[in-house]
């Protein structure tokens, strides 16, 4: 299974930008970690060099290729059941940001693997997306990342995303409509899953930090 948002060569060009420090911070020292939706381990790669045991999940077995040094899971977040909980559970990169039928599957998933005293970290797109429509540029490791074309509309985000790798590359993504996930129905599918807030993390709060209800 591939994600049209994820492209495998551009994701390998990616670097973390403060993201496992910010995950090693909250998540209880020694604690094992699934993180689900592991891609190429921009992420993962870092933590491990933290000293993190990670064990990382993906559908697309191109992305799971390029992981080193942690077990990996080839599987549908929603689908899995390894029968073991972790200290961490991590539900990066916005994929919480979908209907709620689709983003309870995710979450009733970091439920089912989270341990009693575990910490599940969950980023979503700041609340605010899109009502401020002027183009960002910014930049991530040997990439250029240019935002335009930025509207809202209601819950929805209207994107373009330019990643320029000069010469490894140029890749476009539109963002056509993905639902953004406000606080309310946030904590309310918290809930529902079976998880509670323990604290936003950022200002933005695109970051939350939860634990079993
Ligand atoms: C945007 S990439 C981000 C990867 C990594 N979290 C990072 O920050 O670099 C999202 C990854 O999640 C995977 N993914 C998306 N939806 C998934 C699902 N429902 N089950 C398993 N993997 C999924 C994609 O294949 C892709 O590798």
Do not use: K
């Not at 183009?135 to 240019?146: K, M, Q």
């Not at 129905?185 to 323990?198: C, D, I, N, P, T």
């Not at 936003?200 to 209800?213: F, G, H, S």
């Amino acid at each position: 299974m591939r994600d049209p948002g994820a492209p495998v060569d551009l994701y390998r060009l990616l670097e973390a930008a403060g993201e496992p420090e910010l995950i090693d911070r909250e998540i209880p020292e020694n604690a094992e970690i699934l993180e689900l939706g592991c891609g190429s381990g921009r992420i993962t790669h870092p933590l491990i060099a933290l000293g993190r045991r990670i064990v990382a999940v993906d559908f697309n077995p191109e992305m799971l290729e390029l992981i080193e040094g942690a077990e990996t899971v080839l599987s549908r977040i929603e689908d899995l059941d390894l029968g073991r909980t972790f200290g961490g559970v991590l539900l990066m990169s916005t994929l919480i940001n979908v209907p709620e039928d689709a983003r309870l599957a995710l979450l009733r998933s970091v439920r089912r693997h989270l341990a009693p005293n575990g910490v599940a970290l969950i980023e979503r797109y700041d609340p605010e997306i899109g009502n401020d429509p002027t183009p960002t540029e910014r930049h991530l490791g040997a990439v250029t990342i240019r935002v335009s074309e930025i509207s809202r509309d209601a819950d929805r985000i209207y994107q373009t995303i330019d990643y320029d790798g000069g010469t490894h590359g140029h890749w476009q993504i539109r963002i056509q409509g993905r639902h953004v996930v406000n606080d309310d129905e946030m904590l309310a599918s918290l809930a529902e899953a079976g998880l509670r807030l323990l604290h936003w993390i950022d200002p933005q709060r695109r970051w939350l930090a939860a634990a079993l209800l």
